[in-house]
């Protein structure tokens, strides 16, 4: 995090790009990234009142119907950016971000210029930012992790985007800061001014389920667990039948990579089925307290051990990794693993296509008396505009997000006039941009078209590329079965995103319910946090997997707690129910 201080930036300094100088150059150059790296895949009514200071538009500028933020500025604004990005090879070859046809777009139809001071992949990003800033040539528009956003607010470094964002926001973009409640914006102001736009993330693709050879379980003989008992006990038998029928090939009942506790192929929600949540805050009591020390743990653990000890988990679970755990699932060697809604697209989806007779289920963690978890917020980062950006700024940056959003594949916005310059076969990439916000999948909108679409085999009231693009993944996969065309995609496709039992459905189903365990902090990195999280972090994956493999005990478990809260988790905690009752009061 950076550390700035209020006396720093509240000296009334007006010049543009005031130098900072050496006072938080080391910090700066210690400091964690300001920049979320770029991911690798694209996934109204309006005011047209101007606010004050801009100039109303003119009768001679152009103006698309329905549309009034997609007008020209009268003069260019010019803002200085800096972008971390990587080679997609869906987007034209030879693009960059300085000539991604998007940053075209923002000149011809906004008069927006963008001048990139540098560009650089995504991995150099976190340390040449830091020199930038330390040089004190500020980006005018910028993303901004947590941590870093809350600290350039609170030094007064930002500037306030409330009057652009009600002014100039499309439909669109509102619905995509505002559309899963309040939470989004209120973690995004101060004193109920806006001082950034928030890159909101759908808290229901993350929640993870137990996906299943259900083949095996049906020539097993047995039934979906009720308990996690009967769960321990279903994935011991798959790891035993998995092996009477691919050749005496080592088998597991769970496969899990190395990375314990993440969501997808790994082990998380597994202790969510006991109602265990490491590395989660949750609230007890009305306080937030870290999964990781609640006594729930220990059952999860034991069943953990219970698995191992029984053949379920593979002996060397603890080595594997991504690849490995890929080619396992694809040679039928992995009888089930958790993870999110996306896993049958990829890598489910490699055993499909390699064994046309293999099926996979989804077993929701409340089926088993768990709960799955699922934040109240989530935002992967925060665009601002900072202080001492040009005239019009924070209109620009409205602007530009808008247009990210109406040029995506999944908006329904009228494309005519970017004249296919939207497309990434054309040169267009969101993410070759130095701000941009998700576009939220209409999950419910899209399942309900597709499926009355392919119920009446009539796919012409379908609106966006993408409904029709999975459109033909479900209508070919039902009709065909397993001689469909493409059979990995298309099962992957339908199971992942369109079945009613498996994938995002159970993610909407939770969410829609209720049934789910918040996590409720979304803050700033606390000191303690900077200081200690990866040796906790580090300490309670090698207490797991020790545990595990049986060197560990339930003797061992009063010491683990103890250790963890000596080592700076009890002081992490108290620094985190501080920030959030200050973020949410």
Sequence with gaps: MLLLTNKLYRGGENVKKTRIGAFIMAAVMAASSLLVGCTTNQSGAETTAAPSGETTPSENKPQIAGAPWLTPFDETVKLDVVVGWDVDNSVKEGTTPETNSLVQLAKELLNIELNFLWMVPNDQLKDRLALQISSGNIPDIVMLQSGDFYEFMDSAYLRDLTDAYHTYASDELKNTVEGFGEAAVNYSSRDGRLYGIPAQLDTAESVAGLYYRKDWLDAAGLKEPTNTKELNDMLVELAKYGASVNGGKDTVGLGTTSNVLNSNFALSAYFQCYNAYPNKWIMRDGKLVNGVVQDEMLAALNGLKDLYDRGALATDFATWNSDQFNERVTT?????????????????????????????????????????????????????????????????????????????????????????????????????????????????????????????????????????????????????????????????????????????????????????????????????????????????????????????????????KQSWNDMGGQKWTEEVNAQYQELTK
């Design 332 to 560: 039928d060697q992995v009888g089930a693993t958790f993870g999110t809604y996306y896993i049958p697209a990829y890598p489910l989806n490699l055993n499909k296509e390699a064994n046309h007779d293999a099926e996979w289920a989804e077993l929701s963690l409340t089926d088993v008396g768990g709960k799955p978890s699922m934040n109240q917020v989530s935002i992967a980062h925060f665009n601002v505009v900072t202080k001492d950006a040009p005239e019009h700024a924070e209109e620009a940056l409205i602007k530009l997000l808008n247009l990210t959003l109406a040029a995506n594949l999944n908006s329904t916005f009228d494309k005519t006039p970017f004249g296919g310059r939207e497309l990434p076969e054309n040169g267009a990439s969101i993410f070759y941009l130095p701000v941009y916000v998700y576009f939220p999948t209409p999950w419910n909108a899209y399942r309900e078209n597709i499926w009355a679409a392919v119920e009446a085999k009539d796919p012409s009231g379908l609106k966006s590329t993408t409904e029709k693009e999975w459109y033909t993944y479900m209508d070919d996969y039902l009709t065909n079965g397993n001689d469909c065309q493409n059979l990995g995609v298309a099962w992957g496709m339908y199971k992942s995103r369109l079945s009613e039992d498996m994938g995002i459905a159970m993610g909407l189903e939770a969410r829609e319910s209720g049934a789910f365990e918040p996590g409720y902090y979304y803050g700033p990195a606390t000191p303690t946090e900077q200081r200690a999280s990866s040796t906790l972090t580090d300490m309670t994956v090698s207490f797991i997997v020790e545990y595990i493999m049986g060197k560990k005990t339930e003797a061992d478990w009063a010491g683990f």
